[in-house]
């Protein structure tokens, strides 16, 4: 009997494992996720994103307003629902992500010289934080769209995503 106690213990731990509740962030706050595993973190208005372990992200004051900015050190999975004319911008160290409702990626650790951006629903507008000599247009990335961004060569390439590419993006969510 207590081995069966003990057992069923374990898979109801193993079955919860890394599903802790949501966080939910107010203006102008800094969260860095320290679970281990992936959280969902929801914003003001209402959009989520999936943050990896480790990922810094930060909401800038101004989201009370209406302007959703965030910046973001690491991964995360965007769903971010239409909000009237309101377009939500995602600040990394090398990329200004622009757009309505939509789902993305994006895998921008500070760290690391390249970042990427795959667009599974929607359209973002994205553009360079820097100036570039060579290149310093703006890319307009569809449903199924992926962006590479390498700053130490200062490439920014945009590429169509293979469907295993698309569906193993999505499962991620």
Known sequence: MRMSIVYLFAVVLAACH?????IRLGN?????NHTGNAQWVILPDSSRIKVSNGTEVVLRAEFANGDRVVELNGEGMFEVPTAQGKMIVVMTRNLVILGPGTRFR???????PG???????GQLTIRKTYHSDLDSLPEELKSGDMLMINREIDLMEKEKMNPDELEKARAKF
């Open 18 to 22: 890394g599903r802790g509740p949501n």
């Open 106 to 112: 994006v895998d921008a650790v500070r760290s690391r």
């Open 115 to 121: 970042e990427e951006v795959d667009l599974l629903e």
């Open 28 to 32: 102008g706050t800094r969260y860095v």
